[in-house]
T-cell receptor, first 111, second 112 residues
Framework: KAGVTQTPRYLIKTRGQQVTLSCSPI?????VSWYQQTPGQGLQFLFE???????NKGNFPGRFSGRQFSNSRSEMNVSTLELGDSALYLC??????????FGPGTRLLVL | DQQVKQNSPSLSVQEGRISILNCDYT??????FLWYKKYPAEGPTFLIS?????DKNEDGRFTVFLNKSAKHLSLHIVPSQPGDSAVYFC???????????FGQGTTLQVKP
């Protein structure tokens, strides 16, 4: 089976812009979770989607949003980018909401 | 409030010896624990997990021990190999939330 894929792998944006990241889960996995990794805060949970519904949300501002499609693919969007949004954004998928398998991540740099 | 803590930022061991990575948690509602291995600029790779109904789980060279009364888990790697050098994260979750809480990570260096 193919693993979790994320696109794009690298992205450079400027402050104030918005960005959309994409995640394709492992085939058959219906849950997709998103995480942000920064040197200062470590790995932090953003939100989780299951069957197109957001079931859990982390402690991030409303500028961070996401959605899931009927084929379980997911996107996350960050609007009005700030310098502090520079991070590695990771997507993980799971079948049973326990073991999560991560994609390679999208490295976002905000200038 | 750091609910999952890895108090050792780094660990260095000799090839062939045992590596022991530790993790403490504060939330008694956590019922599933995982260990991931991570290289820079890559996604975490799942290693091993344990449910709160067990106190030990083994998979090849990797064994995870869970002490619920102490709210402590550990990952044992035996024997350690140079290819094991990476950052190791422990993570915890509560059933059916899809949310993992991660520790800060421990950098393991295995010297040949």
């Amino acid at each position: 089976k193919a693993g979790v894929t994320q696109t794009p792998r690298y992205l450079i944006k400027t402050r104030g812009q918005q960005v959309t990241l994409s995640c394709s889960p492992i085939s058959g996995h219906r849950s997709v979770s998103w995480y942000q990794q920064t040197p200062g805060q470590g790995l932090q949970f953003l939100f989780e989607y299951f069957s197109e519904t957001q079931r859990n949300k982390g402690n991030f501002p409303g500028r961070f949003s996401g959605r899931q499609f009927s084929n379980s693919r997911s996107e996350m969007n960050v609007s009005t980018l700030e310098l502090g949004d520079s991070a590695l954004y990771l997507c993980a998928s799971s079948m049973a909401l326990e073991t999560q398998y991560f994609g390679p991540g999208t490295r976002l740099l905000v200038l | 409030d750091q609910q999952v803590k890895q108090n050792s930022p780094s660990l260095s061991v000799q090839e062939g010896r045992i590596s022991i990575l530790n993790c403490d948690y504060t939330n008694s509602m956590f019922d599933y624990f995982l260990w991931y291995k991570k290289y820079p600029a890559e996604g975490p790779t799942f290693l091993i997990s344990i449910s709160s109904i067990k106190d030990k789980n083994e998979d090849g060279r990797f064994t995870v021990f869970l002490n619920k009364s102490a709210k402590h888990l550990s990952l044992h790697i035996v024997p350690s190999q140079p290819g094991d050098s990476a950052v190791y994260f422990c993570a915890a979750s509560t059933s059916n939330t899809g949310k993992l809480i991660f520790g800060q990570g421990t950098t393991l260096q295995v010297k040949p």
